[in-house]
């Protein structure tokens, strides 16, 4: 059972920047997975943002978030990133961190997820 455990989220203005995180916890490593970050706004279904492959070598993004959030992980820190940059209200979420088995096609989604951590962008 893969644990991740988000955290950074909370309040922030327009235009300001922010920085997520998810950690694997116990002795789980994410060497092995390709990671993403999904979010959730109040009455609306769940959204994928961007995503990373094992090796960091390769990324994807929502044409929403492209040119202001950045994806990054640290395997040896088991720690996903999210850096947020030049906010806006409809950033406004619950952000979750899933994880997939590398070798799994993309197909099938994400087998694990985090608890999630809220990110508000006021004025």
């Known amino acids: 059972q893969v644990q991740l455990v988000e955290s950074g989220g909370g309040l922030v203005q327009v235009g300001g920047s922010l920085r997520l995180s998810c950690a694997a916890s116990?002795?789980?490593?994410?060497?092995?997975?390709?990671m993403g970050w999904f979010r959730q706004a109040p009455g609306k279904e769940r959204e994928f943002v961007c995503a990373?492959?094992?090796?960091?070598?390769?990324?994807w993004y929502a044409d929403s978030v492209k040119g202001r959030f950045t994806i990054s992980r640290d395997n040896a820190e088991n720690t996903v990133y999210l850096q947020m940059n030049n906010v806006k209200p409809e950033d406004t979420a619950v952000y979750y961190c899933?994880?997939?088995?590398?070798?799994?096609?993309?197909?099938?989604?994400?087998?694990?997820w985090g608890q999630g951590t809220q990110v508000t962008v006021s004025s």
């Open positions: 990373i492959n094992s090796s960091g070598a390769r990324t």
């Open positions: 116990g002795r789980t490593s994410l060497s092995n997975y390709s």
């Open positions: 899933g994880a997939r088995p590398y070798f799994l096609a993309a197909s099938g989604g994400y087998n694990f």
